[in-house]
């Protein structure tokens, strides 16, 4: 009787054993994958053109120093695609209010929305993947034939989706700050880049985008990825190659940690790399910088602050940061910069340098064109990502990124590295940017344009 009791003891716990694979199994992402069009790792392009994209304000005094304007970079994209368009933003509001359209380039929020109204006549197919789960211009998308996946980021992580890209045919892209919403094409400082032809590259980012369209109405996140989603490239297995006629390596990288398939790398430990690899600069063009977790209980964030640490006292490397001054600085930014700085006060080869960007008031209604670049850049890779440099972003929120690392060019042929590092040196050298001074703190506006997330 005793061992018959055990014999059903171990034959129920099999079986049960049995379930919970079988429910895992079947609750991952993606199992089988999709169709990926045959464009494989194995016989992808690694032969990229790079245009470094920005949107500035009409009214704010800056030149494009050899970058291209964002709103013609993705109608380039538009007129580029063949059979699909992919895109994540965190907002969806091309179409400005009465009020909004007095400002001359609010236009451009609306022409882009036919755009995408009017690829399904083309046979071009939209897919979008949203946390925004109440959007007219998500609704009429829908109804001119587009897919939207919508994905609730707050039960999955505890956070928001902030991701920002495109994938064009899975051999062009465009990652950066600007999200879907007029204020990116007119108001606010954008900044991002489009490849061109760099299937390779597309590929690997569309595969964070299958990840997020895998997860439409999920309530949990997946304990076993599709060999589909995981990263094809990363830090120790880099995309070797040839980015404007100069050699290049690249990959993308994504947060949180929960939605890092295999192979994936994480954006604080592509940021952690980029810094590591510095020899000469780091330059870092950021909204906000916060290392803190803003919980029920608030407490100190090491991971970048402490990075830019050692880069200074134990590699002697020069670190310019340019945070925006706009209506929600955190007051202890300041704080954690002054920080920085003070490491410097009584070191020979320590160059810590602050300065917080303010564009100009317009007109009577004092609204400001926010600086949202989300950026970093060194003598020798760029980082271009999804987030503000505060602990909650890397630890809730789901963004991407991407690292290119590129020497200078020999031929003496410009480079994306160059091109970035021309771009924050303009606005660093404006009079948008005013040098953080001993016991002055800067006075943010009250008055500010809301920046998308």
């Known amino acids: 009787m005793m061992k018959s009791q055990q014999k059903c003891i171990v034959i129920f716990a099999l079986v049960c054993c049995f379930a919970v694979l079988v429910a ?132 999955l992580t505890k956070g928001h989706l902030q991701s920002s890209f495109w994938v064009v045919d899975r051999r062009h892209l465009f990652i950066g700050s600007a999200s879907m919403d007029w204020r990116a094409l007119s108001t606010l400082k954008e900044m991002g880049v489009i490849i061109y032809e760099c299937s390779c590259l597309a590929l690997d980012l569309h595969r964070i985008f299958s990840l997020y369209w895998q997860l439409q109405y999920k309530e949990f996140i997946p304990s076993i990825w599709s060999k589909r989603l995981n990263g094809l490239y990363n830090k120790n297995n880099t995309l070797s190659m040839f980015l404007d006629g100069s050699k290049a390596e690249a990959y993308v990288s994504s947060s949180p940690d929960a939605l890092c398939p295999k192979y994936r790398m994480r954006d604080i430990d592509a940021i952690f790399r980029v810094i590591q690899g510095a020899k000469k600069f780091i330059y870092i063009s950021v909204t906000d910088y916060l290392p803190l977790i803003k919980t029920s209980q608030q407490r100190y964030w090491s991971q970048i602050d402490g990075m830019l640490r050692e880069a ?51 007109g009577e209604e004092h609204v400001r064109q926010i600086n949202h670049n989300r950026y970093m850049v060194t003598d020798t890779a760029v980082y271009i990502g999804n987030f503000d440099w505060v602990g909650n972003e890397f630890l809730y929120n789901a963004g991407a990124g991407l690292v290119v690392q590129q020497d200078r060019d020999d031929e ?29 703190i800067p006075v943010c506006s009250k008055h500010a344009t809301q920046p998308p997330s």
């Open 24 to 155: 895992l199994i079947f609750s991952a992402v993606d199992v089988w994958g999709e169709d990926e069009d045959g464009i494989t790792e194995d016989n992808c392009s690694n032969t990229c053109r790079a245009v470094v994209v920005e949107n500035i304000p009409v009214d704010t005094s800056l030149p494009h120093n050899g970058s291209v304007p964002l709103t013609t970079g993705l109608h380039q994209l538009l007129d580029l695609a063949l059979r699909s368009v992919e895109i994540v933003s965190p907002q969806w509001m091309l179409n400005s209010t009465e009020y909004e359209s007095s400002f001359p380039t609010a236009k451009q929020g609306r022409f882009l929305l036919h755009r995408l109204m009017g690829l399904k006549s083309k046979r071009v197919n939209l897919k979008v993947a949203s946390g925004v789960m109440d959007s007219k211009e998500l609704d009429v998308l829908t109804r001119h034939g587009a897919e939207v996946h919508y994905l609730n980021m707050n039960i």
């Open 412 to 440: 003496g042929n410009s480079t994306l590295v160059q091109r970035v590092t021309a771009v924050f040196e303009r606005d660093w050298f404006s009079h948008y940017a005013k040098t953080l001074q001993p016991s002055k």
């Open 312 to 362: 200074l006292i134990l590699k002697n490397i020069s670190v310019r940061l340019l945070i925006s001054c706009w209506a929600q600085t955190n007051s202890l930014t300041f704080n954690f910069v002054w920080s920085l700085k003070s490491l410097c006060m009584e070191m020979a080869n320590c160059s810590l340098e602050a300065k917080f960007f303010s564009p100009r008031e317009k």
